[in-house]
């Protein structure tokens, strides 16, 4: 029995070239509908793709043109769609449908075969969320365990991680709606700081490293579960390359993306929720300076992501305008901080920062060394422009390789950030806290689709200054009475 082919991890597979001929030899090279220029493909048909992403008996593709086709082409057609493709072209290339297969010959192609959809499978598990693509996954095997029962231990080992790592992202998406669900139950509508909530963040974790610690944990179990579909299911529209009518847009497809920019807002929102509740200043100041560490901690960890949050809750209006309560606060460590996430230059303090961290967990001896869990929504921008800025197909109709290159590059970085495992003992009491505890809300609505509540504390903690804030106040008072 052959062996399977064997792909490197996604640290080594990208580099700054584009896709190189040289990588792999296929006697596909040179039919039409494919272009190459110094080596690298540029472009090609839909058609010649597709085919060039399926193995033979002498080719198998590299899997950087793996991950980027797979990545790229649900801009084009639905993955079941390409699914089918893929299964035509196994079988009637291969004769897979042929009575009295040669098992010779089975044997050499369906190592290959089963690789492509171990790689998929992997990859892109949330594809077989559809019935269709599953359906049509368990055909192909089928027809390949028909050839040789050879290979239907690896079948079953395929399916079974599949189904598996189903399994697991529906019981997270079920976690997720039961903690929304806890946390809107118990959300307060906070008009006055009398009916302030019971015990504050200190209480629960005076341990500013323990605290990042924490949120750490929660910044990795999210990122884990964002399929890197998601970042390029936000841009399928309805004209599509062939004007083909069934291309999509399954908004469900982008809801662990949508789940991770939600926990960014709620984080920056209870960390000011934190600071304008105390009716001291002095309690006020510790506060913003317990939070401050947390955020060095964070830094210093590689989490970016509650980095930034806790940097700009501090720079809301109801935080940064408390002129009393920052004046009892030694700054000088915030500001450091605040400079290296200036967004001066497109980021270029955090970028160089950022490209550190990343350079470190490449050459890392541990879990904690590989940690970076980026400015999430910095990452998101990045993949925008690239894709508003590019074409999907040049004038000829071709497929616009190289912008799924560059595409595949920023996206498979995401791929090495979210397999590290947190290596930080989980502390429940913390964990429970930071992702129920009730925050400012206003008629039940939650915290972060309004600033109305963090306003009425954050006067009421020091009075109006100006004209315009006492304006504010007088209107935030009377439509809290109402």
């Given at each position: 029995?052959?062996?399977?082919?064997?792909?490197?991890?996604?640290?080594?597979?990208?580099?700054?070239?584009?896709?190189?001929?040289?990588?792999?030899?296929?006697?596909?090279?040179?039919?039409?509908?494919?272009?190459?220029?110094?080596?690298?493909?540029?472009?090609?048909?839909?058609?010649?793709?597709?085919?060039?992403?399926?193995?033979?008996v002498?080719?198998?593709?590299?899997?950087?043109?793996?991950?980027?086709?797979?990545?790229?082409?649900?801009?084009?057609?639905?993955?079941?769609e390409?699914?089918?493709?893929?299964?035509?072209?196994?079988?009637?290339?291969?004769?897979?449908?042929?009575?009295?297969?040669?098992?010779?010959?089975?044997?050499?192609?369906?190592?290959?075969?089963?690789?492509?959809?171990?790689?998929?499978?992997?990859?892109?598990?949330?594809?077989?969320?559809?019935?269709?693509?599953?359906?049509?996954?368990?055909m192909?095997?089928?027809?390949?365990?028909?050839?040789?029962?050879?290979?239907?231990?690896?079948?079953?080992?395929?399916?079974?991680?599949?189904?598996?790592?189903?399994?697991?992202?529906?019981?997270?998406?079920?976690?997720?709606?039961?903690?929304?669900?806890?946390?809107?139950?118990?959300?307060?509508?906070?008009?006055?700081?009398?009916?302030?909530?019971?015990?504050?963040?200190?209480?629960v974790?005076?341990?500013?490293?323990?605290?990042?610690?924490?949120?750490?944990?929660?910044?990795?179990?999210?990122l884990?579960?964002?399929?890197?579909e998601?970042?390029v299911q936000?841009f399928?529209?309805?004209?599509?390359?062939?004007?083909?009518?069934?291309?999509?847009?399954?908004?469900?497809?982008?809801?662990?993306?949508?789940?991770?920019?939600?926990?960014f807002n709620?984080?920056?929102?209870?960390?000011?929720?934190?600071?304008?509740?105390?009716?001291?200043?002095?309690?006020?100041?510790?506060?913003?300076?317990?939070?401050?560490?947390?955020?060095?901690?964070?830094?210093?960890?590689?989490?970016?992501?509650?980095?930034?949050?806790?940097?700009?809750?501090?720079?809301?209006?109801?935080?940064?305008?408390?002129?009393?309560?920052?004046?009892?606060?030694?700054?000088?460590?915030?500001?450091?901080?605040?400079?290296?996430?200036?967004?001066?230059?497109?980021?270029?303090?955090?970028?160089?920062?950022?490209?550190?961290?990343?350079?470190?967990?490449?050459?890392?001896?541990?879990?904690?060394?590989?940690?970076?869990?980026?400015?999430?929504?910095?990452?998101?921008k990045?993949?925008?422009?690239?894709?508003?800025?590019?074409?999907?197909?040049?004038?000829?109709?071709?497929?616009?390789?190289?912008?799924?290159?560059?595409?595949?590059?920023?996206?498979?970085?995401?791929?090495?950030?979210?397999?590290?495992?947190?290596?930080?003992?989980?502390?429940?009491?913390?964990?429970?806290?930071?992702?129920?505890?009730?925050?400012?809300?206003?008629?039940?609505?939650?915290?972060?689709?309004?600033?109305?509540?963090?306003?009425?504390?954050?006067?009421?903690?020091?009075?109006?200054?100006?004209?315009?804030?006492?304006?504010?106040?007088?209107?935030?008072?009377?439509?809290?009475?109402?």
């Amino acid at each position: 029995q052959e062996r399977m082919p064997q792909t490197p991890p996604f640290a080594a597979v990208f580099d700054n070239s584009g896709y190189n001929r040289s990588l792999y030899q296929s006697k596909e090279d040179n039919c039409g509908g494919v272009y190459y220029y110094d080596n690298n493909l540029l472009s090609g048909s839909l058609e010649a793709l597709i085919q060039h992403l399926v193995p033979n008996v002498d080719y198998y593709p590299d899997r950087t043109y793996i991950f980027t086709f797979l990545l790229s082409s649900r801009l084009f057609m639905h993955p079941y769609e390409l699914m089918v493709k893929v299964c035509h072209l196994c079988i009637e290339q291969q004769r897979l449908s042929e009575p009295g297969l040669d098992k010779n010959r089975i044997r050499k192609i369906a190592p290959r075969i089963l690789q492509l959809l171990t790689e998929w499978t992997e990859t892109f598990p949330y594809d077989f969320r559809d019935e269709k693509m599953m359906r049509n996954l368990k055909m192909l095997a089928q027809r390949i365990a028909n050839g040789d029962e050879m290979y239907w231990k690896n079948i079953q080992q395929l399916l079974q991680n599949l189904i598996r790592k189903l399994a697991t992202v529906s019981q997270y998406e079920e976690v997720l709606a039961n903690i929304n669900a806890t946390s809107t139950d118990r959300l307060v509508v906070l008009k006055t700081k009398l009916q302030s909530i019971q015990g504050d963040v200190i209480t629960v974790c005076n341990d500013p490293y323990v605290l990042a610690q924490q949120l750490t944990h929660i910044e990795l179990e999210r990122l884990n579960y964002i399929g890197p579909e998601e970042f390029v299911q936000e841009f399928v529209q309805k004209d599509c390359l062939d004007n083909d009518k069934s291309c999509y847009r399954d908004i469900k497809k982008t809801r662990n993306l949508e789940a991770y920019v939600e926990w960014f807002n709620r984080l920056s929102y209870l960390v000011a929720t934190e600071i304008c509740m105390p009716e001291k200043k002095q309690h006020r100041a510790r506060m913003i300076e317990y939070f401050i560490d947390v955020a060095r901690e964070c830094f210093n960890i590689g989490n970016f992501n509650s980095l930034m949050a806790i940097i700009s809750s501090m720079n809301m209006s109801p935080v940064s305008r408390l002129k009393k309560t920052w004046a009892k606060v030694k700054t000088a460590k915030f500001y450091i901080l605040e400079h290296q996430m200036d967004p001066s230059n497109n980021f270029y303090n955090y970028r160089i920062a950022l490209r550190g961290d990343t350079q470190r967990s490449l050459t890392a001896h541990s879990n904690r060394e590989e940690i970076v869990t980026p400015f999430f929504s910095l990452l998101i921008k990045g993949i925008y422009f690239l894709n508003e800025g590019c074409a999907n197909r040049l004038p000829n109709g071709h497929v616009n390789f190289e912008k799924f290159w560059e595409l595949a590059k920023q996206v498979s970085e995401f791929m090495m950030w979210k397999q590290v495992e947190c290596p930080f003992e989980r502390d429940w009491k913390i964990l429970q806290y930071l992702l129920s505890v009730p925050v400012f809300s206003d008629d039940g609505k939650e915290l972060w689709t309004s600033c109305r509540s963090l306003y009425l504390a954050s006067y009421e903690s020091e009075s109006p200054e100006n004209p315009i804030e006492k304006d504010r106040w007088k209107t935030l008072r009377f439509v809290s009475e109402v």
